[in-house]
């Protein structure tokens, strides 16, 4: 089940003003890092998490980069 919840959220932004979307998109990513930051352990994956995390963060950054631009453009 958890694996559709972050696409059928991301899915939900669409109706919302793109910065906004964008903001909430970067919410989404670390919320969804946090709990695979679980997740991963109990399925042997551990190996995995340096990689999601500093993927994570250039993606969050990216997201909250642009969301700024959008707003700042009024």
């Keep these: 089940m958890w694996g ?3 696409s059928i959220a991301a899915w939900a932004t669409l109706l ?11 919410a ?6 946090f709990v695979d930051r679980t997740v991963y352990p109990r ?3 551990t190996a ?3 990689l999601r995390a ?6 969050v950054l990216s997201c909250l980069l642009a969301s700024w631009g ?4 009024g």
């Design 4 to 6: 559709v919840v972050p």
């Design 16 to 26: 919302l003003p793109l910065g906004v979307a964008l903001a909430s998109h970067a």
């Design 28 to 33: 989404m990513l670390s919320w969804c890092f």
């Design 43 to 45: 399925q042997g994956a």
């Design 48 to 50: 995995w998490l340096p």
């Design 54 to 59: 500093r993927l994570t963060v250039i993606a």
């Design 70 to 73: 959008v707003l700042a453009a």
